[in-house]
């Protein structure tokens, strides 16, 4: 996964750079599996390999394929990556170690979910049953972002007629 | 320094979030802006799905005779920011189309370039 | 009741005639008599409150707390009471004599010009009868900001500029430095009500007493003292009828009256004689004094002269105020009444002399007495008086200031004003002298006969000189009157302005 | 009914967007947005009143019991953030129709009823909510909807503008994810006030610190602190009038509130300003704010710009109150919000007026409005003065206590500076009056007033600001209220 | 034309087979992997594999995007829709207890209800974006 993401960095074509980003999602979908969550491997397959990439190739069949070399200093944005990295680093050094049981996630209130959830709820997939009753209301959010996300898209990338008035306009200000 | 070996799976999230965040703030271009807030958001994941890993856990599906099952809450999550993250990429691209229409260009500078002082 | 009532007449009355008169723009005639009318209407109202006052009520109008013990409230007693008086009286005359000037100038948006006269009025009635320092602060605010179209009337670069000087100044240190104080005031004391004795007597000591005085003192900018005076001088390319009404009379005695108040009902006479805090403010106070005299004498303009001229007088109120004794309070009370009726006669004069002969450089006007000797002759009569040589009013103030200053101890004041009086000689005299007595120049046609005064149409050419309408002339010459009458009056007005002083 | 009245106050708003999308009239759509919004305002005025009746209101979605399920949870504070967002909103819809003809296209308007509709239930859910995830969910999506809403300005940097706003906003938004990840691993709980009482026992490790920076960097950036602002001038400069004027008022007021919940209430007082030293750098940072951000706005030549960067300015005024760390600078803060909402959000109002008549926001061009539309322009005077702070506006209020809890926490320096930069912004409002009243029109200046469906609002909106200005009651008391619970010194 | 031709048949056969598939997770989320958003998209990603296929008009023809747009709002309103049933059933928001007497055949309802809804908007949304992106492109 990481030579994905320093060919990402690197890489200045594009398309190599959605292809990668796919590999990618596969990849992380992959792990997914491997740490046991099965349902989000299957989204993340769905949705970073196949959805993203379809979306992603659309646009730079809309735009262009070939990135501009950057001219700009990267170092301040090193800087704050480094920064970002390092808090992060600092905050891991107290988390519960690698697949550790014990670790206050695990407890509180995942027992109730694991034992009581299939049969409060009738379903043995104990995601589908948290993502849909115990945690419902978050998914009622999630599907309002994506209706938002489809009103986004439409009145931004709708014939509109108006629209042209307006882009030609903006071109004859510039 | 053994005390360390477990972390060392966060540790290669963390830098995988980082290029992300890298490209993000770096890179002029939307398109790869895009591409870099879906490998920030992505290692967010794997962040919260590793955390809920439990060892000989399996996948959070009550079936008979396994005892030890992965963390649920994890996943539920991330399925929901999964989702999140593919409306603002969709959202984004949508935008990035239009800007290209605008100003014939997708690198900063050069939208920077074509649009004279403030309005 | 009658009496609340009446103050509330007091200010609504100017608001109300600003209504009236924004209402009658179209027709200059129905809105020039609204403003009359508003004028005489809302002197009527304060004078009906002065039997009160002298009686020792302290009529009160409630309107609303903001914060619970905090509100707008208003509270008359004799110190604004004086005020309320001198300003609502001005006003009538001045209408009369803005009348006169701004038809015979031909002055462009002369409805907007009136408005916001009127609401000046109204804040400075405010400013005079507020009952806490939060109400006079408003009232302060609102006359800063409705005196500002006024200052900039003639919207020329020149003027816009002014203008800007003008807010800059007023503003800031009204925002920057009082509001400090008040929050501060607020915060150690839990009140804003202007008490008798004072409400900071054992909350604040030392230095920060000292430091919080400076914050009122550079806050009120209107009082401008030496540093902040700047804007008064910049204010002078409004039409004349705003300097002689709102900078002889309504903001920059709104300026020396809340000093006053402040001294009185927040430090407290007393708590500032006994820890001495400020006695640095007296050393300002002489030293605008002087240098402001000096530097009037500098000017050639008539109008900047007497804005200097008036920048010093101004510190003969804050000297009081600093002196804190109940001699020099008194005195410096009385100041802005008798400063208010020499100045404005002044102010008129200059304005009838642009008006009739289109001159404003002092060097220019020799000679001119002859033609316009009313107008000189009153000149003459508010020069004497502002310099304080009986029988005119502006003796007495100086006077009980100088007895102030012998009661505190501080003699080198009384030399101060001393001084001051020879200064104002200097400066002052030499105007009315010279439009008397210095030989017509070459040219000069001949005078037209006196009293001529026939209106004006602000064309006539240079060489037709004569005395200005009758609009301007009558209320010049009422004011010098009162500047005379005034000095029969001292008495009374001391008597009366007793209770503020009284321990 | 009333026991479900959190539910419903989300709910209204989200049912509604979708409605719209069916019933696609363009005055039916109207009609609707106004109602559900109204609707939403009144169920904020009461549960309000609930709250301060009657303390604490928490619902559970779904049934499900606390830490399991997602709770609601509603106290003084957040019942004020719904009151200022739905007022807000009910406030600006109705000056959308006669504004969007001019700003927008007229065929979309269903669509952007219902991406209106959707960011008000975002804000709402946001600011209800009693779960960290649930929080990040409805962030999302009202940053969606915001940056839909700015992509229909009129001018083609509105594209630019949207889409620097939504990477910065996603962000800030996968900060807080990150911090809540981190929260969660050392918790194993979502719930706010679960969080908060299960974090002592961690000993404050250092995942929780490095937990603390993500969640309140991320909310920093949210609200615009300086000097992660970035996003914003430009944001609210192009997007449309009434766009921007429903954004500056409700937006990164619920940012604040975002910030001021993780401080007070998550993490708590003692973790949050007694272990680790957060006061200070806020502090420093909210100075900043104020005088950059004052400074700049001095020189800007549009007045939508320099209005932007006054609400960078003004959201100094609000962290600065919160650094203070005591129940008065709370106080102050919370009343700022409030009565920063209603200024900007009239302000640019009186902008979108403007708008309905030329295009440019030029100050320049502004010459001699005062009299070509002297009714917009007295509102923009007066919400000025608002701004400035002069008396008898709500913008007083919260200058003078701020003030006050400035010198009560013996800070008076502080206090100058609150000052001080006020008078920055008596310069840069004096700018705009200065050209709308003492300068000559230029050729192409408009002629006509703004129709009333216009001015209306604008003109609400600046009698709240007198009437808050006068009967300070209702904000001060919420907040003082809010800000003894966050403090934790009991109602 | 020939591969294009395979492509066609091929397409033509998989179709039912993605939506079976498609509908099979959407409604056996209950017990194994999946559920209705995977189910959208799923969905969605077969009608887009019929537009790449057939072109756009061909898939404009099956599902205009006036359908497509409701379908958004549809989605949404069933599973809000839901969530107010609860309520007037005397439950709190998004309580399933009560849609039936029982309530884990109550929970097990809601859940497939919900479930339902996601998909739905989801598929209709992930087809609706495909349209934009392509037609914007000719």
């Given at each position: 996964?990481?030579?994905?993401?320093?060919?990402?960095?690197?890489?200045?074509?594009?398309?190599?750079?959605?292809?990668?980003?796919?590999?990618?999602?596969?990849?992380?979908?992959?792990?997914?599996?491997?740490?046991?969550?099965?349902?989000?491997?299957?989204?993340?397959?769905?949705?970073?390999?196949?959805?993203?990439?379809?979306?992603?190739?659309?646009?730079?069949?809309?735009?262009?394929?070939?990135?501009?070399?950057?001219?700009?200093?990267?170092?301040?944005?090193?800087?704050?990556?480094?920064?970002?990295?390092?808090?992060?680093?600092?905050?891991?050094?107290?988390?519960?170690?690698?697949?550790?049981?014990?670790?206050?996630?695990?407890?509180?209130?995942?027992?109730?979910?694991?034992?009581?959830?299939?049969?409060?709820?009738?379903?043995?997939?104990?995601?589908?049953?948290?993502?849909?009753?115990?945690?419902?209301?978050?998914?009622?959010?999630?599907?309002?972002?994506?209706?938002?996300?489809?009103?986004?898209?439409?009145?931004?990338?709708?014939?509109?007629?108006?629209?042209?008035?307006?882009?030609?306009?903006?071109?004859?200000?510039? | 320094?053994?005390?360390?070996?477990?972390?060392?799976?966060?540790?290669?999230?963390?830098?995988?979030?980082?290029?992300?965040?890298?490209?993000?703030?770096?890179?002029?271009?939307?398109?790869?802006?895009?591409?870099?807030?879906?490998?920030?958001?992505?290692?967010?994941?794997?962040?919260?799905?590793?955390?809920?890993?439990?060892?000989?856990?399996?996948?959070?599906?009550?079936?008979?005779?396994?005892?030890?099952?992965?963390?649920?809450?994890?996943?539920?999550?991330?399925?929901?920011?999964?989702?999140?993250?593919?409306?603002?990429?969709?959202?984004?691209?949508?935008?990035?189309?239009?800007?290209?229409?605008?100003?014939?260009?997708?690198?900063?500078?050069?939208?920077?370039?074509?649009?004279?002082?403030?309005? | 009741?009658?009496v609340?009532?009446a103050m509330?007449?007091a200010?609504?009355?100017?608001?109300?005639?600003?209504?009236?008169?924004?209402?009658?723009?179209?027709?200059?005639?129905?809105?020039?008599?609204?403003?009359?009318?508003?004028?005489?209407?809302t002197f009527l109202a304060v004078y009906r409150i002065l039997p009160a006052v002298d009686a020792g009520g302290r009529p009160e109008?409630?309107?609303?707390?903001?914060?619970?013990?905090?509100?707008?409230?208003f509270v008359i007693e004799p110190l604004g009471m004086l005020f309320a008086l001198v300003a609502s009286f001005l006003?009538?005359?001045?209408?009369?004599?803005?009348?006169?000037?701004?038809?015979?100038?031909?002055?462009?948006?002369?409805?907007?010009?009136?408005?916001?006269?009127?609401?000046?009025?109204?804040?400075a009635l405010?400013v005079a009868m507020s009952g806490?320092?939060?109400?006079?602060?408003?009232?302060?605010?609102?006359?800063?900001?409705?005196?500002?179209?006024?200052?900039?009337?003639?919207?020329?670069?020149?003027?816009?500029?002014?203008?800007?000087?003008?807010?800059?100044?007023?503003?800031?240190?009204?925002?920057?430095?009082?509001?400090?104080?008040?929050?501060?005031?607020?915060?150690?004391?839990?009140?804003?009500?202007f008490?008798p004795g004072?409400?900071?007597?054992?909350?604040?000591?030392?230095?920060?007493?000292?430091?919080?005085?400076?914050?009122?003192?550079?806050?009120?900018?209107?009082?401008?003292?030496?540093?902040?005076?700047?804007?008064?001088?910049?204010?002078?390319?409004?039409?004349?009828?705003?300097?002689?009404?709102?900078?002889?009379v309504?903001?920059?005695k709104a300026?020396v009256f809340t000093v006053l108040k402040?001294a009185i009902y927040?430090?407290?006479v007393?708590?500032?004689?006994?820890?001495?805090?400020?006695?640095?403010?007296?050393?300002?106070?002489?030293?605008?004094?002087?240098?402001?005299?000096?530097?009037?004498?500098?000017?050639?303009?008539?109008?900047?002269?007497?804005?200097?001229?008036?920048?010093?007088?101004?510190?003969y109120v804050?000297?009081g105020a600093?002196?804190?004794t109940s001699w020099s309070v008194v005195g410096g009370a009385m100041h802005i009444a008798m400063h208010a009726f020499g100045?404005?006669?002044?102010?008129?004069?200059?304005?009838?002399?642009?008006?009739?002969?289109?001159?404003?450089?002092?060097?220019?006007?020799?000679?001119?007495?002859?033609?316009?000797?009313?107008?000189?002759?009153?000149?003459?009569?508010?020069?004497?008086s502002?310099?304080?040589?009986?029988?005119l009013g502006g003796v007495w103030s100086k006077w009980y200031l100088?007895l102030g200053?012998?009661e505190?101890?501080?003699?080198?004041?009384?030399?101060?004003?001393?001084?001051?009086?020879?200064?104002?000689?200097?400066?002052?005299?030499?105007?009315?002298?010279?439009?008397?007595?210095?030989?017509?120049?070459?040219?000069?046609?001949?005078?037209?006969?006196?009293?001529?005064?026939?209106?004006?149409?602000?064309?006539?050419?240079?060489?037709?000189?004569?005395?200005?309408?009758?609009?301007?002339?009558?209320?010049?010459?009422?004011?010098?009157?009162g500047c005379l009458a005034l000095f029969f009056a001292a008495d009374d007005i001391a008597a009366f302005l007793a209770p503020i002083a009284q321990r | 009914?009333?026991?479900?009245?959190?539910?419903?106050?989300?709910?209204?708003?989200?049912?509604?967007?979708?409605?719209?999308?069916?019933?696609?009239?363009?005055?039916?759509?109207?009609?609707?947005?106004?109602?559900?919004?109204?609707?939403?305002?009144?169920?904020?005025?009461?549960?309000?009143?609930?709250?301060?009746?009657?303390?604490?209101?928490?619902?559970?979605?779904?049934?499900?019991?606390?830490?399991?399920?997602?709770?609601?949870?509603?106290?003084?504070?957040?019942?004020?953030?719904?009151?200022?967002?739905?007022?807000?909103?009910?406030?600006?819809?109705?000056?959308?129709?006669?504004?969007?003809?001019?700003?927008?296209?007229?065929?979309?308007?269903?669509?952007?009823?219902?991406?209106?509709?959707?960011?008000?239930?975002?804000?709402?859910?946001?600011?209800?909510?009693?779960?960290?995830?649930?929080?990040?969910?409805?962030?999302?999506?009202?940053?969606?909807?915001?940056?839909?809403?700015?992509?229909?300005?009129?001018?083609?940097?509105?594209?630019?503008?949207?889409?620097?706003?939504?990477?910065?906003?996603?962000?800030?938004?996968?900060?807080?994810?990150?911090?809540?990840?981190?929260?969660?691993?050392?918790?194993?709980?979502?719930?706010?006030?679960?969080?908060?009482?299960?974090?002592?026992?961690?000993?404050?490790?250092?995942?929780?610190?490095?937990?603390?920076?993500?969640?309140?960097?991320?909310?920093?950036?949210?609200?615009?602190?300086?000097?992660?602002?970035?996003?914003?001038?430009?944001?609210?400069?192009?997007?449309?009038?009434?766009?921007?004027?429903?954004?500056?008022?409700?937006?990164?007021?619920?940012?604040?509130?975002?910030?001021?919940?993780?401080?007070?209430?998550?993490?708590?007082?003692?973790?949050?300003?007694?272990?680790?030293?957060?006061?200070?750098?806020?502090?420093?940072?909210?100075?900043?704010?104020?005088?950059?951000?004052?400074?700049?706005?001095?020189?800007?030549?549009?007045?939508?710009?320099?209005?932007?960067?006054?609400?960078?300015?003004?959201?100094?005024?609000?962290?600065?109150?919160?650094?203070?760390?005591?129940?008065?600078?709370?106080?102050?803060?919370?009343?700022?919000?409030?009565?920063?909402?209603?200024?900007?959000?009239?302000?640019?109002?009186?902008?979108?007026?403007?708008?309905?008549?030329?295009?440019?926001?030029?100050?320049?061009?502004?010459?001699?409005?005062?009299?070509?539309?002297?009714?917009?322009?007295?509102?923009?005077?007066?919400?000025?003065?608002?701004?400035?702070?002069?008396?008898?506006?709500?913008?007083?209020?919260?200058?003078?206590?701020?003030?006050?809890?400035?010198?009560?926490?013996?800070?008076?320096?502080?206090?100058?500076?609150?000052?001080?930069?006020?008078?920055?912004?008596?310069?840069?409002?004096?700018?705009?009056?200065?050209?709308?009243?003492?300068?000559?029109?230029?050729?192409?200046?408009?002629?006509?007033?703004?129709?009333?469906?216009?001015?209306?609002?604008?003109?609400?909106?600046?009698?709240?600001?007198?009437?808050?200005?006068?009967?300070?009651?209702?904000?001060?008391?919420?907040?003082?209220?809010?800000?003894?619970?966050?403090?934790?010194?009991?109602? | 034309?020939?591969?294009?031709?395979?492509?066609?048949?091929?397409?033509?056969?998989?179709?039912?087979?993605?939506?079976?598939?498609?509908?099979?997770?959407?409604?056996?989320?209950?017990?194994?992997?999946?559920?209705?958003?995977?189910?959208?998209?799923?969905?969605?990603?077969?009608?887009?594999?019929?537009?790449?296929?057939?072109?756009?008009?061909?898939?404009?023809?099956?599902?205009?995007?006036?359908?497509?747009?409701?379908?958004?709002?549809?989605?949404?309103?069933?599973?809000?829709?839901?969530?107010?049933?609860?309520?007037?059933?005397?439950?709190?928001?998004?309580?399933?207890?009560?849609?039936?007497?029982?309530?884990?055949?109550?929970?097990?309802?809601?859940?497939?209800?919900?479930?339902?809804?996601?998909?739905?908007?989801?598929?209709?949304?992930?087809?609706?974006?495909?349209?934009?992106?392509?037609?914007?492109?000719?």
């Amino acid at each position: 996964m990481a030579v994905a993401v320093i060919g990402i960095v690197r890489a200045r074509n594009l398309f190599v750079v959605v292809m990668l980003t796919g590999i990618y999602s596969l990849l992380a979908a992959t792990i997914f599996v491997v740490l046991d969550a099965v349902d989000v491997a299957f989204t993340e397959a769905a949705v970073g390999a196949g959805i993203s990439t379809v979306l992603f190739l659309g646009t730079l069949a809309l735009t262009t394929s070939e990135e501009k070399k950057p001219v700009h200093n990267a170092w301040i944005s090193l800087a704050v990556v480094a920064v970002t990295g390092a808090v992060l680093i600092y905050g891991t050094l107290d988390m519960p170690r690698y697949g550790d049981p014990a670790a206050p996630a695990n407890h509180h209130v995942i027992p109730e979910y694991l034992e009581q959830g299939p049969e409060k709820t009738g379903v043995p997939n104990v995601v589908t049953a948290v993502l849909a009753s115990y945690r419902g209301y978050d998914t009622l959010g999630e599907v309002a972002v994506i209706f938002t996300a489809g009103i986004g898209v439409v009145v931004l990338l709708g014939q509109w007629r108006a629209h042209r008035r307006r882009d030609e306009r903006a071109e004859d200000e510039a | 320094m053994v005390d360390f070996v477990g972390l060392y799976n966060y540790w290669i999230v963390v830098f995988l979030m980082m290029a992300g965040l890298y490209l993000v703030i770096e890179h002029g271009n939307l398109v790869k802006k895009m591409v870099g807030l879906t490998v920030f958001q992505a290692a967010v994941f794997l962040l919260y799905i590793t955390l809920g890993k439990v060892r000989d856990g399996t996948a959070p599906i009550i079936a008979e005779g396994i005892e030890t099952y992965s963390n649920p809450l994890p996943h539920v999550l991330i399925l929901t920011a999964i989702v999140v993250g593919v409306a603002t990429l969709a959202l984004g691209l949508a935008l990035v189309v239009r800007i290209r229409d605008a100003y014939g260009t997708i690198e900063e500078d050069e939208i920077g370039d074509q649009d004279g002082p403030a309005i | 009741m009658r009496v609340e009532l009446a103050m509330a007449v007091a200010l609504a009355g100017p608001l109300a005639g600003a209504a009236a008169i924004a209402l009658f723009g179209r027709r200059p005639n129905l809105r020039d008599g609204a403003m009359i009318v508003a004028s005489v209407v809302t002197f009527l109202a304060v004078y009906r409150i002065l039997p009160a006052v002298d009686a020792g009520g302290r009529p009160e109008l409630f309107l609303f707390d903001f914060v619970p013990g905090l509100g707008i409230r208003f509270v008359i007693e004799p110190l604004g009471m004086l005020f309320a008086l001198v300003a609502s009286f001005l006003w009538i005359v001045t209408s009369f004599y803005a009348i006169g000037y701004m038809r015979g100038h031909g002055e462009e948006n002369q409805t907007r010009f009136y408005v916001c006269f009127a609401i000046a009025i109204s804040a400075a009635l405010g400013v005079a009868m507020s009952g806490n320092m939060l109400t006079l602060f408003i009232a302060y605010e609102v006359l800063t900001l409705s005196t500002y179209p006024l200052v900039t009337h003639h919207q020329s670069p020149e003027s816009m500029r002014a203008g800007r000087t003008y807010l800059g100044i007023l503003l800031s240190t009204s925002i920057g430095l009082q509001l400090v104080g008040i929050v501060w005031t607020y915060g150690a004391t839990g009140t804003l009500d202007f008490t008798p004795g004072g409400i900071l007597a054992g909350k604040v000591e030392g230095w920060p007493l000292i430091v919080l005085l400076f914050l009122y003192m550079y806050g009120i900018g209107k009082a401008a003292l030496l540093p902040i005076h700047r804007w008064l001088p910049a204010a002078m390319v409004a039409p004349t009828p705003v300097s002689a009404l709102l900078h002889a009379v309504a903001v920059v005695k709104a300026g020396v009256f809340t000093v006053l108040k402040v001294a009185i009902y927040i430090f407290g006479v007393d708590y500032l004689s006994e820890t001495g805090a400020s006695t640095w403010l007296m050393y300002v106070a002489g030293a605008t004094v002087v240098i402001a005299s000096l530097v009037a004498l500098t000017k050639d303009n008539l109008k900047a002269r007497l804005a200097y001229s008036t920048v010093s007088q101004l510190s003969y109120v804050v000297l009081g105020a600093a002196l804190a004794t109940s001699w020099s309070v008194v005195g410096g009370a009385m100041h802005i009444a008798m400063h208010a009726f020499g100045k404005i006669t002044l102010f008129f004069c200059a304005g009838a002399i642009m008006v009739a002969a289109h001159k404003t450089e002092i060097s220019d006007m020799a000679g001119l007495g002859r033609r316009m000797p009313f107008t000189f002759a009153a000149f003459a009569v508010g020069a004497l008086s502002v310099t304080g040589l009986p029988p005119l009013g502006g003796v007495w103030s100086k006077w009980y200031l100088g007895l102030g200053a012998v009661e505190a101890e501080q003699l080198i004041f009384v030399a101060v004003l001393m001084i001051s009086s020879l200064l104002n000689v200097a400066y002052l005299i030499p105007v009315a002298a010279r439009g008397f007595i210095s030989p017509k120049r070459e040219g000069d046609p001949v005078p037209q006969p006196v009293g001529a005064a026939v209106a004006h149409d602000g064309h006539e050419d240079e060489d037709g000189i004569r005395e200005a309408p009758m609009f301007c002339v009558v209320p010049l010459c009422l004011t010098a009157i009162g500047c005379l009458a005034l000095f029969f009056a001292a008495d009374d007005i001391a008597a009366f302005l007793a209770p503020i002083a009284q321990r | 009914m009333t026991a479900h009245l959190p539910a419903l106050q989300v709910v209204i708003t989200l049912l509604a967007a979708p409605a719209c999308i069916l019933v696609r009239g363009r005055d039916l759509t109207f009609w609707l947005a106004l109602l559900t919004t109204w609707a939403a305002f009144a169920v904020s005025c009461l549960l309000l009143d609930q709250v301060m009746t009657s303390g604490i209101v928490s619902y559970e979605l779904g049934g499900w019991a606390a830490p399991f399920g997602i709770e609601y949870r509603v106290d003084a504070l957040n019942a004020f953030v719904l009151l200022i967002v739905s007022g807000i909103g009910a406030i600006v819809l109705p000056f959308t129709p006669r504004s969007l003809l001019i700003e927008m296209v007229g065929e979309k308007a269903y669509l952007f009823y219902c991406a209106f509709l959707l960011c008000v239930t975002g804000l709402l859910g946001v600011a209800i909510t009693g779960d960290a995830f649930n929080l990040f969910v409805f962030l999302e999506i009202s940053s969606l909807a915001s940056c839909i809403l700015i992509s229909l300005g009129p001018h083609r940097r509105a594209l630019t503008a949207a889409f620097q706003y939504l990477i910065v906003g996603t962000i800030g938004a996968t900060f807080i994810v990150i911090g809540i990840g981190l929260i969660y691993g050392a918790t194993g709980t979502l719930n706010l006030n679960d969080i908060a009482e299960r974090l002592p026992a961690t000993g404050y490790n250092r995942t929780v610190i490095a937990a603390f920076a993500f969640l309140i960097v991320g909310a920093a950036i949210k609200l615009a602190l300086f000097p992660l602002h970035f996003w914003l001038p430009k944001a609210y400069t192009y997007a449309p009038s009434t766009v921007s004027a429903f954004l500056a008022a409700t937006a990164t007021k619920v940012g604040v509130y975002v910030l001021i919940r993780f401080l007070f209430t998550v993490f708590g007082v003692k973790f949050s300003f007694d272990i680790l030293p957060t006061a200070l750098p806020l502090m420093l940072l909210a100075v900043l704010a104020m005088f950059v951000a004052s400074t700049v706005a001095i020189f800007q030549d549009s007045v939508k710009r320099m209005l932007a960067y006054s609400s960078v300015a003004q959201i100094g005024y609000m962290v600065l109150g919160l650094s203070l760390v005591t129940v008065d600078g709370l106080t102050a803060s919370i009343v700022h919000l409030f009565n920063h909402a209603l200024m900007k959000g009239a302000l640019f109002l009186a902008i979108g007026c403007i708008a309905y008549r030329q295009s440019s926001f030029r100050i320049d061009d502004l010459a001699g409005m005062g009299r070509r539309m002297p009714w917009t322009m007295a509102a923009f005077t007066a919400g000025g003065l608002s701004l400035i702070g002069i008396p008898l506006t709500a913008g007083f209020i919260s200058k003078w206590y701020l003030i006050l809890a400035a010198l009560a926490a013996d800070e008076p320096l502080i206090a100058a500076l609150i000052v001080i930069s006020s008078l920055l912004a008596v310069i840069y409002v004096w700018r705009v009056v200065e050209a709308a009243y003492f300068r000559e029109p230029g050729p192409g200046a408009p002629s006509g007033e703004a129709p009333l469906a216009l001015l209306i609002p604008t003109w609400v909106l600046i009698a709240l600001n007198v009437y808050f200005g006068i009967e300070t009651s209702l904000p001060v008391g919420v907040s003082e209220h809010a800000a003894r619970a966050l403090m934790g010194a009991g109602p | 034309m020939n591969d294009l031709l395979v492509l066609r048949i091929v397409t033509k056969i998989l179709m039912p087979f993605i939506l079976l598939f498609a509908l099979y997770v959407q409604f056996h989320g209950d017990y194994g992997p999946g559920g209705g958003f995977q189910a959208g998209v799923i969905f969605g990603a077969g009608f887009i594999l019929y537009g790449l296929v057939y072109g756009l008009d061909a898939l404009r023809g099956v599902l205009s995007s006036d359908v497509l747009r409701a379908g958004f709002a549809i989605g949404l309103l069933i599973f809000a829709g839901v969530g107010v049933a609860g309520l007037l059933l005397g439950g709190n928001y998004l309580d399933y207890n009560v849609l039936s007497s029982d309530p884990v055949k109550g929970q097990h309802l809601g859940i497939l209800l919900i479930e339902f809804g996601v998909g739905v908007t989801v598929a209709s949304v992930m087809i609706s974006i495909f349209y934009y992106f392509a037609g914007r492109g000719r």
